[in-house]
């Protein structure tokens, strides 16, 4: 982070008039495509309380994130999912250090489809077998008789990943199932695909119907005392223990201020 200078302006009789130059400390955030909108609400809340700090945030998902950590290119890496073992050992390479992992938020995974389809609880089996292709049709769930067209996060997403170990046991996903780059464009293609599927961020579902899972809706009582079946945490690593600046936004974003911005994005608080 850029250091805050004092330069001499002006030498008039003798005297240096010294001006107060307070470059910005900058903060970069990268990683959770899950996380991007809930990171850039925080980074501008803060930013409008603190005009002396620069917080850049950007996404491209919760490995591209972890990636950036470890090359040293950001300060704050957010992911959905935990830091694996492989990923942690880089980093103790690179720098001498585990990291520290903060969580920072509660999120459900939840399954979003499209509007008309009158299917309405799966339960995790059934998405397991629809996922790695074994159930293909949605008479088999329950539905009408209609091909399901499978949406999924790309595989450097920690959503991907979390999916994938927690709901697919880890076995791989079906080859038709169509990866996109973000939960955005997944919560957009269902929209739009009346046989579709897909899934992410509860504070992306917006547009298409919510499915339950086992049985239990994605709401905050569910999600919050991890009732709902796909609950997880929300994370943000560093390479270090944070100090100044970096210390005051990740304190002010644990704060009861902060995490009233998680509930306002449509995630849960601690």
């Known amino acids: ?4 200078l ?21 903060i970069t955030v990268k990683g959770s495509d899950t996380m991007v909108i809930l990171s850039q609400r925080w980074a501008e809340r803060y930013m ?32 959905s999912r935990p830091m694996k073992q492989s990923e942690i050992k880089k980093l103790k390479e690179r720098f001498g250090s585990l990291g520290v992992e903060i969580p920072c938020a509660k999120d459900g995974i939840t399954i979003y489809l499209h509007g008309e389809n009158s299917v309405s609880n799966l339960t995790m089996d059934q998405l397991k077998q629809i996922y790695t292709g074994k159930i293909t049709n949605w008479k088999q769930v329950g539905g009408k008789d209609s091909k399901i067209i499978m949406y999924s996060r ?39 695909d009346i046989n579709g599927i897909g899934y992410g961020g509860h504070g992306y579902s917006k547009g298409v119907k919510m499915c339950k899972v086992n049985g239990i ?36 974003i644990l704060s009861p201020e902060g995490q009233k911005v998680v509930t306002e994005v449509g995630y849960f608080p601690l």
């Open 1 to 4: 982070m850029k250091k805050k």
């Open 6 to 26: 004092i330069l001499p302006l002006l030498l008039l009789s003798g005297l240096f008039i010294f001006s107060a130059f307070m470059s910005q400390d900058k």
């Open 48 to 79: 409008s309380g603190h005009s002396n700090v620069s917080i850049q945030v950007t996404g491209g998902g919760s490995g591209t994130g972890i990636s950036a950590l470890i090359n040293g290119t950001t300060d704050i890496c957010n992911s």
């Open 154 to 192: 790309e595989n450097n997403s920690g959503t991907y990943v979390y999916f994938k170990d927690n709901v697919l046991g880890g076995q791989d996903y079906a080859p038709s199932c169509q990866n996109l780059p973000g939960t955005a464009a997944v919560v957009n293609a269902v929209s739009k």
């Open 217 to 252: 809706d994605p709401t905050k009582e569910n999600i919050g005392n991890g009732k709902y079946p796909i609950s997880r945490a929300l994370y943000m690593y560093l390479r270090n223990r944070p100090s100044g600046s970096l210390k005051l936004f990740i304190d002010w």
